[in-house]
RNA sequence: GGGCCAGUAGCUCAGUUGGUUAGAGCGUCCGCCUGAUAAGCGGGAGGUCUGUGGUUCAAAUCCACAUUGGCCCA
């Protein structure tokens, strides 16, 4: 038992790491820990699932480790949670990196390498990381259960996915529409913005404002034109509308002997200085509604959105005043435009089509024609028919396809939706009751997301994913159903393929009969697949295959207590989570009032708090990149600090949300000032105990010393201030109290001020005491690092004696150890110590020099409920003084100060306050003791009179006359300086036994040894060791006692020379020492 | 362009509802202790709390604007 710890564990911390965790998967501590908690509350988490096709980073560690800590801190509370890990298996990234590994590029590509094969290698590479992860994870303590992983691309969860889907196809919120997609027409593929964002390059284009005549306008509008300007020509032929800002001031000009529209600012550019002239101003919310000329006239086209009008002026506040003319040409080609078109209800009809190429003739441009080869002729055909006012080139930046290069065009695609904009208030309601953590994230960034909710696009014209569940009907395209479940799917098609899986192709083949009445078209599965942030979303329920099975512990497991993901969460996973269970449980009555049976699942979001934690920068704060070359290896980090190290200082390292720096140093540091000195207090704690054969028992220490109690209480306070956090989701306030707590409380100041009674044999009960208090307080602490350093916690749970894991025992709570006023008392105690060493310092006298006295004042104000008393012989050898004097009362040797309460007579003195506080500053003595003693005093400040009462007054004390002093304003100490002979001698003989003590340690001697001791010294050194030789001997254990030599040897005149076992020393004030150590 | 966050000592960060002298660690200077010893401790120095304006008797804290950086979305 006790054996040592610190230096194992600080010398190689992966080493004792990785014996820890071989101890945990031999017991299946996890297991354990759940199966003890089989009957227990639970606390419910969501592991959101990473993407299984990238190599885990250090950033992973860290949302890793907060969700792990706050899972175990829960754990220790008594609650059964269920932690199921989730692979991300979908997506384009995923379909990516296959297509590199195959050596294609793009749909062709795909088609021609077979949807089958191509979905099977995706299928594949999805686990590729998934062993890294695991290892990653469970080596740095996540406990997770990876045995039963929910994975996105497992039938059962497509088929939880297939059935939430249909509820809002019940629900008549699954639409189909067009989004408007960055889209390359020679691969017939929409780009993701990521991919956009690869391609851009610089190209010149034509820059052309083009006018709008306008029809019926009246008074100042009257055969007036509207000036827009675009640098995509091609796209004027599709043009839908014009918009203007309803809030900017349009100003009407004459020009060219025409009249014109447009920001009065941008004329000049337009039409050259001083060539035009104003005739007037005009609202832009005034033109809204008029009809303008149309550009071109041409047949055929596709019509993308039936409206009843065109060719009209709307108002949009996406309008900007900086380019063009403030009115912009509406076309398809464009998010806002299609937008606004859908809300103004105006026909939108596409020129191009879908593989970047004209789909009829316009004016000289041929159908088949390239979009932006039309740029000319179309410019051509609109000067020719005087409707170019004016025509430059641009050059500017432009996506292409990070594939083939061609520029891309933004068109608009089918798409199907959902729409979440039907129950947006139900979602806001709902966040309401989310408790965020930072708040300002649910209130700001993700509340102002949903307020702004668009509909969900929810299809993607892709490969590998959860196939939509969609069939539409080969003769009316108003015919479709959303299927909601594999059997349903078998009802339909007659039987299903066996070992059937949902993926594409083979879900594509499945065709049956249109069930429309008077139909005779087949329905066929549309092409796209799910957008996989709904897989995601749809975890809660899709994890355990519900409602197909599960049922009631999905009612149990639903909704979360916590989750906890990174901030580019926010619009991902946070969002889907929410929307698909707001939809669930509060928008969807019909599911619940059709499946009585059904267990209900609490009405509300997905999760109850979020823990959102902000980017891990590296040393120098820049992001980490695979470019920048600056990313840390997780393995190598582990290796060099240890995971409890990296755990916990990613969680000290500032608030959760910030952003903050991934740095070596802090790291070594959390090794060195945290876990060393805990480890150092536990082998101080360990050495001793060996050595007095001490062990703990079960006997209750009756009366322990004040300093016994009082670390018990502030270990106490400690864990009521750690739960307290945790519960806040603010682990960097539980680290920080335990930091304070290891390293000042116990370290710094229970263990120094307790040292000698470790090793008292003449204090056999406050030996005990010592002990059992330090193992308590030692063992809590166990238990409070717990969940942030699980591995030291249990390495030293165990070294402490304990069976079983500390993971398996509930979070200390010792409410009895608690006394407030007993922790107050030691405030004035640190003070002074302070106080005393710092006048120390100033007159230079050595701690080792005893003094006879020092006296300590304590400010009336601090109030105390428990004596600073009992501390008094923890001051004595803190000071080394011979006698505290406390001083009662305020002495005229005390010189003291009255400060303004500002807090009391703000409000009443207002604008007085300054002056007021002047004059209470230089108020005398006497009246200060009035107020003090209950009586009260006038202050008068210009014409106001104050009557001013004890409270109002603070007093500070400062110093003390005739004495070396200080105060800080709560205690004033003063130390008598003065050295008499005798102290002299005592503090000859401490420097002397300092000496030997030294010479013991350097002769490599046990604590335990026992000495054989002679010192050779001349006379004014020989008294004092006459005098306190019995007391050296003892405290060097030198059971033969001090042999102090009448005659010295003749070697004794050399500081070199010496004999084995002798030393040479110089002691203050110009004394030298010989002094022989040996084993005795 | 919109939203959110941050800017405090040389560095990394605390700072509770506005209130008296803005704290800690690292680094630096000086010193000390040691029956925890390849550790440890104390005492100094170091701050226009990003800037400007405002509210208030009183602002690091509340408000506005600006500025720098970060993230998300256009």
Redesign the pocket.
Known sequence: MFEPLSREYLAAPEALEEKVLENWQADDLFAATLQARKEADAFVFYEGPPTANGRPGIHHVLARTLKDSVCRYWTMQGRRVLRKAGWDTHGLPVELEVEKQLGISGKPDIEKHGIGPFNEACRNSVFTYKKEWEELSQRIGYQLDYENPYVTFDKNYVESVWFLLSRFAANDLLYRGHKVLPWCGRCGTGLS?HEVSQGYKDIDDPSVWVSFPLQNASGILADAALVAWTTTPWTLPSNMGACVHPNLEYAVISADNRHFVLLESKADSVFGEGTWEKLGTVQGAELTGLSYEPLFAFDGGEVVHEGTKRHVVSADTFVSDEDGTGIVHLAPYG?DDFRIAQAEDITALLAVGNEGRFLCDVADVKAGTFFRDANKPLAQDLKDRGRLIKRSQCNHSYPHCWRCDTPLLYFPSPAWFLKTTAYKDAMVEENQRIRWAPS??GE??FG?WLENNIDWALSRDRYWGSPLPVWMCNADENHWDCLGSFEELADRVGGLPTDFDPHRPVVDTLHYPCTASDCTGTMHRVPQVIDCWFDSGAMPLAQYHWPFENQELVAEQFPADFIAEG??Q??GWFYTLHAISVFLTRVDKKLWAENPDLPRLTPGSAYKSVLVNG?LLDTD?Q?MSKRLGNIVNPAEAIGQHGADAIRWGLLA???A?????Y?D??LA?VR??VF??LT??Y??FA??AR?EGWEPSADTISDRPPLDRWILSRTQATAEECAQAWEDLEP?HAL?ALEGLI?DEI??WY??RS?RRF?AADDPVGQQSAFTTLHEVLSTVAQLIAPVAPFLADALWQRLGHAESVHLTRFPEHSVWRDPALESAMDPILRAS?LG??VR?RVQI???QPLAKVLVHINAEAKLVASPRDYEATLREELNVKEVEWVEGTPDFLQVRA?????TL??R???D??ELAAAIGTLDRETLFTLKGGGTTEVTVGDTTYALTGEDV?M?TLSVEGLEAAG??KVTLGLVTDITPELEREGLA?EV??RI??QR?ESGLE??DRIRLKVFADAPLRQALQEHGKWIAD?V?APDGLDLPDALPAWAASTTDLPENVHHWDLPGDVGVKILVEKA
């Open positions: 913005s998010a300002e994230i700001g960034r102002e901030l580019d926010t619009r980017l704060g992001k390292g500032g608030a949300h910030l952003s903050r720096r740095d140093r802090a540091e060195r000032r060393g000195t150092a207090s082998d101080f050495l001793y050595t960097s920080r390293v370290s710094n263990i120094r040292r090793w302070s060493r710092s310092e050595r701690v080792r400060k303004a309460n500002f807090k703000g409000r003195a207002g604008k306050m300054k603070l500070e800080d304003g401490r036994l300092n003590q030294t340690k604590v335990s405290e254990l």
